[in-house]
């Protein structure tokens, strides 16, 4: 435990250190594997991350032993808000009149698969249609 501005100086390190290994594995992987590159961001994740290779090199420290989470409380806070604003901007883009379309569809396809009885099925079909039929 330092000073704040060593608390500062290795929370950017180690934002620096993800963030560049994350770009080098997209770029590899899309370039040369031809896969997406967030299959190589999720990849380098595990590898650099707190319980492989960032755990042995000591590249992210755990504040205590007992600590509840594996990295410190700065950069769990940067990633907890970067998980935020992803869901934020992915529920923006999300067009809701196909999202309840497929909802229905999803739980039409759920129902007929748990209800034996063809009246309950049938039944489940009409409300089904009903529901494709209301304009949102």
């Not at 299959?39 to 600590?67: K, N, Q, R, T």
């Not at 909802?103 to 759920?110: G, K």
């Not at 007929?112 to 009885?117: E, F, G, I, L, Y």
């Amino acid at each position: 435990e330092g000073s704040l501005l060593h608390q500062i100086a290795s929370t950017v390190l180690q934002l620096s250190i993800i963030l560049i290994c994350a770009k080098l594995a997209s770029e590899f992987f899309e370039r040369v594997l031809k896969k997406p590159g967030v299959l190589g961001e999720l990849v380098i994740g595990i590898i650099i991350g707190p319980y492989a290779l960032g755990g042995m090199l000591h590249i992210f420290p755990v504040p205590s032993a007992d600590a509840a989470i594996p990295v410190s409380t700065e950069l769990y806070t940067i990633a907890q808000l970067g998980a935020v604003v992803l869901l934020f901007i992915a529920g923006l883009e999300t067009n809701l009149r196909k999202f309840l379309q497929l909802a229905a569809f999803s739980f039409h396809s759920l129902w007929v698969r748990s209800q034996p009885s063809g009246l309950a099925t049938q039944l489940h079909g009409l409300i089904f249609q009903l529901f494709l039929s209301v304009r949102f």
